[in-house]
């Protein structure tokens, strides 16, 4: 079979209207590699008018695309809704790496058991021979590999060395069949294990391969933020367009709009770098745990690239003395002959389930399906996500998975530590966050940076872009009224509650806001 067209034409379905929208980021500069090095795109379709569907799948990362494929292919009328462009969210932010084993396998044996451990890692398995399938039977060109994961510690410090065991343990517990596996990386290493079968690829071309294999079945809109999602009524609202349908996905990340699970899950963001280095890593996934690193090449570069990952903190709790990508460069330096300027650098956000595993499933209302919860370990449980969703919607009977990540589970043991943690951090700024008084005027806001000036009634959200014009907001988040924070990494506000993000000037990046920043007039 050919390869697919990777949306380059107009896209429409059934008759639906549809009208040119603009190609824009707000985080020009926090671009992944793999965003980086694809060519831009222009022709995205917004939503006009009300239509009708069997599913409407909003979010089109590679939870909501590989969705709305098997939808696509079970014989049901799918519309997808993307609020920026396809795959540039959290997916195109990615590292790439699918792996069977989760970031955390001796905490989820620890929680779950053996028999939870084993089942968890044989789906994820089956999850990357799934998208194995799909990119061979569709000849996708996006960098798919087969390839080992290796698990490593350079310090020699008893605590490491007793975290090393107990994950090689639970490796073995799971079936993953690890093996010690001498130093791949150019610098010493204490202890390391390696895992075969694991895989990479790029994650921003898979999601636009499969925009363009959907261009053919699904009626697709990109710049076309919900606003609204009615699960009574069954219908999901744009601000030019309504879709009706029997089933909702939000595969937002979040689930949009209000939700209990939100209340259950811990928001980070975690930043990575893309720098040239003299020699290439060797092709795999390299986990250096006491330092809190995730390193992997970049194939097919005119010169070697070296990814780093990590850096992380709560989203909304950023501050100007953390320079995450320069403590990743500094890593790189001090372990790789780097070989010029960063490439590329940016983030991506995070959220952390309570009690360890995922939600996937029908929520409160069995017409409305969440994927949410997956932590760093984001395309393996994305994809299978798309698997669980569409067995459901299929109405086919629940198995032991299914009732496992069931976003209605109750495991209030398990969830006991996470859910105090997350709603401790809320209680700290939905409160805490009003007291302050934060009197300076704004004067000494440097172009490109934000600051929340003012108290009371009278305080602000503002922004001095590059010309020097100020831009003031309600520093308010519109979902559960927490006190945006300045990100001037990510270059956006951040909410430190449910980890909602905006733009410079207000624009909603990411949920569970459904809305942006409200305006101001700018003080005088």
Known sequence: ?????????????????????????????????????????DDSRVLLGDITSDVVVVGAGITGLLTAWRLCNAGYRVVVLEAGLAGQKNTGASTGNLYGSTSEMATLLAKWGEDVLREVTASRMHAIAGVDALVTEYGIDCGFVRTPLQWSIESNAPAERQRYARELAAYRVAGLSPHPSPGQLPFP????????????????????????????????????????????????RTATGKVHANHIVLA????????????????????????PVQTPLPIGIHWVTDSGRSLRSVPEQQAPLLVVVGEKHR??????????????????????????????????????PA????????????????????????????????????????????????????????????????????NATVIKH??????????????????????????????????????????????????????VQWNGDANSWDCPCHGSRFGPTGELLEGPALNGLARKQTPS
């Open 252 to 275: 937002t990340h979040s689930p949009a709009g209000f939700n209990l699970l939100q209340a259950e899950m811990e928001v980070y963001r975690e930043y990575g770098i893309a720098v």
């Open 189 to 236: 290493l204490t202890d390391s294990f390696s895992v075969e079968g694991q895989a990479q690829l790029d994650p921003y071309r898979l999601c636009r391969a499969l925009l363009g294999l959907l261009s053919r079945h699904a009626a697709l809109f990109e710049q076309t933020q919900v606003i609204d999602i009615d699960a009574a009524a069954s219908c999901v």
């Open 430 to 483: 939905l409160l805490g966050d009003r007291l302050k008084a934060e009197v300076d005027d704004g004067s000494e806001i440097a172009p490109g940076s934000g600051r929340v000036v003012g108290k009371g009634e009278g305080r602000c959200a503002l922004y001095r872009d590059e010309t020097g014009m100020l831009h003031a907001m309600s520093p308010v988040c519109p979902h559960l009224k927490c006190i």
């Open 315 to 352: 989203t909304g709790e950023w501050s100007p003395t953390q320079d995450p990508a320069g403590r990743l460069l500094k890593y790189a330096q001090e372990r790789f002959v780097v070989n010029g300027p960063v490439a590329a650098s940016w983030s991506a956000q995070q959220f952390k």
């Open 1 to 41: 079979m050919s390869p697919p067209s990777v949306h380059t034409n107009p896209r429409s379905a059934n008759g639906i209207t549809a009208s040119i929208g603009e190609s824009s980021s707000f985080e020009s500069t926090m671009t992944s590699i793999w965003m980086a090095s694809y060519p831009s795109i």
């Open 355 to 422: 009690d360890g595993l995922p939600y996937i499933g029908s929520s409160a209302h069995e017409n409305v399906w969440v994927a949410t919860g997956f932590q760093a370990d984001g395309l393996t449980w994305g994809a299978l996500a798309a698997e669980l969703i569409v067995q459901g919607i299929e109405g086919r009977q629940p198995d032991d998975l299914a009732h496992l990540l069931s976003p209605l589970r109750i495991t209030p043991l398990k969830s006991a530590g996470g859910w105090a943690r997350t």
